[in-house]
């Protein structure tokens, strides 16, 4: 049998050699060997050629489907299984490379577990799809045409073929030996766009290189220009933690309510709107997921080094189920309060636009969605923005900030495995919750209940009372079965959702770290070529104050990821035990009212 | 292979043409097919001859044994598995004799898990057993030795074979064919002794009939004779529910306590006594586990309509494991409860000397011991001993009596079933918070201890509160796990020790009702053999009043087991739900003070 594999991820070909892959696609592969992270193989459509080994799963016979990242509403037939072992934690350790995955898969074994995507495994139904996705998916053929509409998701998101770092170092020891001829290489327009051959540093070779992608490396060797305004500039101000992004005076929030389904096209096409309260505002407006998608796309363009948080998960089938709606609206609204909560992010452009522009005004949304996609200040041009102190401080310590930087992969690496495992702990509890908890509750209910029966065969009528008392015991045990099933809902599910939204953003941030630590590679590079005489100084010093500006960006986004992070997660702990300890005390009062019962048996 | 069955009681061949039993002892048979009940085959000795089907169990390749009937502790291997069809339930339905088993196995398809006896399956140290059982077990070859001890153990235990119903029709078919000839197969030393040779109403051909054994037949028909004491002497009144048993006038309890182990023979023997003190004395005896044997033995060779309780199990090995010795002292205690309780039980001459002859002296104890084993108003001549109102109500209409015990027939099936089910559901809840319910409260406190322990590498001096009080809730949920674990010891193990004791009771009540219903029978036969001018009206009348006697003594035994269900079962249950508010109240305050460690970060 031919050696075969799985597409894991879209990728299109854009030079010579490679082929695309989608989604899912069944690839021929030539061998199992990968050549600097490339495998050959035969796509669906019979052409042959190079895709990155990372972007597929190779099919062992039998050919296994990886489970299904199912919610607890997804229970196997097995019911009360016990735990398998944490193998399924294993490949994240495994991984040879720091981030070689894309954003979906870095550092999940399998993929997170998002807003309630689980609940119903995706079953590719087109109509649906298309609705919510006529700006993407279904011209996702077309060559040009994603790219058109996120002309960067795939860099900002970060998707990066294994052995970069490689490629990178290859690049660096056949220094001067290669020029600008790459470029077609580089997908990134207004990073291309604005550049410079550099011959004295070199380019990195790899397009799937965040740092070339992000435009960081555009940025840092100079090549970015762009006429900043005042209303872009971006300040990094220190703070008693270290850098952190200048706080927005006017601080708003923005409620997410009413999901109600809509029509089009005379109810050919229906979708969900949802109702948009920013309170800086106070004037509702509607909108769709795919708005949300766009104003994604646009900023994870737009900010290089900041974590834009993730949506909740696409899904294409049962979109209209009360469940998937409700759930999708929580994961908005998470989505919006850690929008609102950043400094940057809150205050953007695109951001206001989709947030005050109202629904009805199908103009002024092309517009603004037109002026949005037309900004400039994206990419290398965004780091232009970026104000850092001056005076005392204003230079931050290299080694200092590779340290920091270093300590906060460590932590990401942590925290996402513990997230990871604390996520399919609150699953696993939650299903248990809703089968076996409930149905051993409701057992002994039911054998109350049996036992009252049998009882009232008794003929003795100084017995009813118990009787009586035993039934009602019977009835709270069966109640007490239906809230721990009910309980999940209250408790863990935001737990869940807390973590996926956490796990999106820990995804983000290898990417950051990526871009800031091409910086100061570039940094190091450029001292040791003046060194060697091969660099002017003040080329040299350019470098380093622009590195400058990304680390101070950098750690500031550090910064207010921590500060959010202890906020969420405080007030996130305080929920759930909360509501924990009701759920307990509901469970003790149904218990006590049996209990009275037996007072005047 | 030749087909086998494994015994499931000892047997006594008392006839030709029988063979002995063994408990667990293996068989060949000489065919599946049983004639009229009995079986053929040979014994492990070689002999081969008849016994009766229903104290074998035929081994179906390959020879399984019959699972252990496990409490919680002996948990498989596999853990947390959902719970089996209830098809354990079946057989107890489908039997189509009323009552065709042995008391410890009547109504219930799997033996009853009585107090611990299941912590471990009895793997047959003799050494043990004898030490427990020197009186019994170890002599039980010698011909006459277990019946000398016990004479009527088995009779009073309901000992039956099946078809017994058959026979005693037949006999009554070829009525007057046969005449006092069987009273070779009749077991009952005073039944038997005082009977005299009865040609006109049959005797019951079936020596396994309860009926025959108890000297209940003996006694209707006229053959008891006895002097009875002013003392023996025991009265059944008319009380607001029917007839009851006169209440004792001095009530009493006994408390069991400090089960000590004790040692004989310069240490070679060793041995658990238990402390009595019993309230009407306030003097402490000694008495081990073979006395209360012994008692038991005695108790239930004397009262043929009195359920005797039955003892908590006996067990072979661990006998010295605490957990065993605290079940079993638990068990006896609600055994002493249920002595103590009933009006006829508590007052008995055999159970006063078992509570107050001082443990040191021995002469007084073989006295009292010897008195008990020589009275002779067991069997047949206890119903001489019972006194039954005069007056208005003193003759109980025949059918009334039959309607109200075969209602209360119907009751204990239905109470044995749901007994059993309850036992069931317990079991397995029991189980499941010891392993899973401890399991996942656990997984979600190391889960939290992970993320605290992610956080703590966050080098932020801001989370340090956080990451505390997240490692404050890992350790709330693994102590909540630690409680789920330790609650069935409270709540669940008492609802089993109730249930096995009434277990106990339930079984025996067939006995009761089977004597009563086989008096019913004589009065019946007796009334047509008048009608037909077989018998004398006299005789029949005297035959009447005897079955008035019977019925007045089982109405007032059922109406007891009634009075003291609902008083267990009351009271049981009220300490079952306070015991689980309780944890539930624990649990809660693990969560609050969880709660609490969020309030200063």
């Not at 550049?195 to 090549?223: D, I, P, Q, W, Y």
């Not at 929580?330 to 950043?342: E, F, I, T, V, Y």
């Not at 009232?456 to 045990?477: P, R, V």
């Not at 003790?588 to 009212?593: C, I, M, P, R």
Request: glycine share 8%.
């Amino acid at each position: 049998m031919a050696l075969r594999a799985r597409a894991l991820y879209d990728f299109r070909s854009e030079n010579p050699g490679e082929i695309s892959l989608r989604e899912h696609e069944v690839l021929s592969l030539c061998s199992e060997q990968d050549i600097e992270g490339w495998l050959e193989g035969v796509n669906s459509r019979g052409d042959r050629g190079l895709f990155p080994a990372s972007y597929v799963q190779v099919i062992r016979a039998p050919a296994a489907e990886p489970p299904p990242p199912a919610r607890y509403a997804n229970v196997p037939a097995g019911g009360f299984e016990p735990l398998p072992p944490p193998a399924a934690f294993k490949p994240a350790a495994q991984q040879p490379e720091p981030f070689p995955l894309p954003p979906a898969a870095a550092g999940y074994p399998f993929p997170p577990a998002p807003y309630g995507g689980s609940y119903q495994p995706s079953q590719g139904s087109d109509d649906d799809w298309d609705d919510d996705w006529d700006d993407s998916s279904t011209v996702a053929d077309e060559p040009g045409a994603l790219s058109s509409s996120y002309p960067d998701y795939e860099a900002a998101g970060g998707g990066a073929a294994p052995g970069r770092y490689r490629l990178s170092t290859r690049s660096e020891l056949s220094l001067g030996s290669r020029g600008g001829g790459h470029s077609a290489g580089h997908p990134h327009p207004s990073g291309g766009g604005g550049a410079k051959s550099s011959a004295t540093v070199s380019r990195n070779l790899n397009r799937f290189s965040t740092f070339v992608k992000s435009g960081g490396e555009a940025f840092v060797l100079g090549e970015a220009s762009g006429f900043v305004k005042d209303g872009d500039k971006l300040c990094v101000v220190l703070g008693p933690h270290g850098p952190e992004w200048q706080e927005n005076p006017y601080p708003f929030q923005c409620s997410i309510e009413d999901p109600t389904k809509q029509t089009k096209f005379k109810g050919m096409k229906s979708y969900i709107a949802y109702k948009l309260v920013p309170s800086h505002t106070g004037q509702q407006v509607h909108r769709r997921y795919k708005h949300f998608d766009w104003l994604y796309g646009r900023l994870a363009e737009k900010f290089p080094v900041i974590s834009v948080p993730h949506l909740p998960e696409k899904q294409a089938t049962g979109r209209f189920e009360e469940d998937f709606i409700s759930k999708r609206r929580k994961g908005l609204a998470w989505w919006m309060d850690h929008m609102c909560s950043h400094p940057v992010l809150a205050q953007c452009d695109a951001f206001q636009h989709f947030l005050t522009c109202p629904s009805t005004d199908e103009k002024a949304w092309k517009q603004g969605k037109r002026k949005a996609e037309k900004d400039e200040m994206v990419g290398a041009n965004f780091f232009l923005t970026i104000s850092v102190p001056t005076g005392p401080g204003a230079v931050l310590d290299l080694q200092e900030v590779e340290s920091q930087v270093d300590g906060f992969k460590a932590f990401t690496k942590k925290m996402d495995e513990s997230a990871l495992q604390l996520n399919h702990t609150a699953n696993e509890f939650a299903r248990k919750q809703v089968t076996g908890f409930k149905k051993e509750y409701q057992k002994v209910g039911h054998s109350f209940k049996c036992l009252s029966q049998a009882f009232e065969l008794d003929q003795q009528a100084f017995s009813a009372g118990l009787n009586q008392a035993i039934a009602f015991t019977a009835e709270a045990y069966d109640t007490i079965g239906d809230l721990f099933a009910d309980q999940p809902r209250q408790d863990l599910d935001p737990v869940m959702d807390l973590l996926a939204l956490y796990q999106g953003h820990l995804a983000n941030f290898p990417d950051i770290i990526h871009v800031q630590k091409g910086a100061l590679t570039k940094v190091k590079e450029s001292k040791r070529h003046v060194e060697e005489g091969k660099m002017e100084l003040q080329k040299a010093e350019g470098i380093q104050e622009r590195c400058n500006i990304i680390s101070f960006a950098t750690l500031a986004e550090i910064n207010h990821f921590h500060k959010i992070r202890v906020r969420d997660f405080k007030s996130q702990m305080q929920h759930f035990l909360q509501q924990q300890i009701l759920f307990f005390q509901k469970v003790t009062q149904k218990l006590e009212e049996a209990l009275h019962k037996y007072d005047s048996v």
